[in-house]
């Protein structure tokens, strides 16, 4: 696996290095009219690729070694998911969006160290796996729902929406993060069992689509979140093709199939 197959490898941050990660999120996505040549949120989720046309990031990931340790601090209430931006390693810093994790008590108080979710150079493909009508567990959300959010964010162009404040916006104010009930991470890692090296918690980027309290019934609003599942750790595969040999490949589908547990609990950081 080759380092330049990622944007940024999955690592633990110094609280310093969080806190400033974090007030760049803050400060961008509370910036609605940005000053010409300032960076925008288009940006901090779009891959430029030496041969290829811009594409925009769907998910992040954490390795299931940083899964575990981040699931057995003792105390922990709860997983905060909290927005970041960070630079990409060497000597031309690129900034990035990613999420970090901790873990909380019931008083918000960091019970764990803050990790930092991986960030692959190519987005992941998005595939329709095996449907079957089985019933869904009252924590998880269904394969109909979590499909359709997922969805939203890939046709992005397809809708003319842009990547702007508007998409992370909730009625509590620009989104921070989101909030994860601890179980929601323990029963997303439970089907890895004993294979925590070949698997991943994945946030795949969603978009839900809803109406305001105040909106008639033709006007939509967006609001950016994130799907919690259990993935394939992502890996460079060979490429027959000798210019994507040299750049590398990523593997890993975000598989959309009722024979996965998907998770999004839609708490908000604000106010969550």
């Known amino acids: 696996m080759s380092e330049s197959d990622f944007l940024l490898k999955p690592r633990l941050l110094k609280p310093d290095d969080y806190v400033n990660f974090a007030s760049a999120w803050k400060q961008l996505v509370n910036s609605d009219s940005p000053l010409p040549g300032a960076l925008t949120l288009s940006q901090v989720f779009t891959v430029y690729g030496e041969t290829s046309q811009s594409q925009v990031m769907n998910y992040v990931y954490l390795p299931n070694d940083y899964a575990v340790a981040l699931l057995s601090a003792v105390g922990t209430a709860a997983i905060q998911a909290k927005f970041v931006v960070a630079t990409t390693p060497g000597s031309q810093p690129?900034?990035?969006?990613?999420?970090?994790?901790?873990?909380?008590?019931?008083?918000?108080?960091?019970?764990?160290?803050?990790?930092?979710?991986?960030?692959?150079?190519?987005?992941?493909?998005?595939?329709?796996?095996?449907?079957?009508?089985?019933?869904?567990?009252?924590?998880?959300?269904?394969?109909?729902?979590?499909?359709?959010?997922?969805?939203?964010?890939?046709?992005?162009?397809?809708e003319a929406l842009a990547i702007d404040t508007k998409l992370f916006n909730s009625m509590y104010g620009p989104v921070l993060g989101y909030t994860y009930p601890l179980d929601d991470f323990l029963n997303a890692l439970f089907p890895a069992k004993m294979a925590l090296d070949t698997e991943a918690l994945w946030l795949n980027f969603a978009l839900h689509k809803y109406n305001k309290p105040d909106a008639t019934e033709e006007v939509y609003s967006y609001l950016f979140s994130t799907?919690?599942?259990?993935?394939?750790?992502?890996?460079?595969?060979?490429?027959?093709?000798?210019?994507?040999?040299?750049?590398?490949?990523?593997?890993?589908?975000?598989?959309?199939?009722?024979?996965?547990s998907y998770y999004d609990v839609s708490r908000p950081s604000p106010p969550y």
């Open 94 to 158: 690129t900034p990035v969006f990613s999420i970090v994790l901790f873990g909380i008590d019931g008083f918000g108080n960091p019970t764990t160290a803050y990790y930092l979710a991986g960030v692959a150079s190519n987005p992941a493909a998005v595939v329709q796996g095996p449907t079957t009508s089985t019933e869904t567990p009252a924590e998880l959300v269904g394969l109909d729902l979590a499909g359709n959010w997922t969805m939203n964010w890939q046709n992005l162009k397809q």
């Open 227 to 260: 799907v919690l599942t259990l993935n394939s750790l992502p890996t460079t595969k060979p490429s027959p093709d000798a210019a994507a040999a040299k750049s590398g490949t990523v593997s890993g589908d975000i598989d959309l199939s009722s024979t996965d």
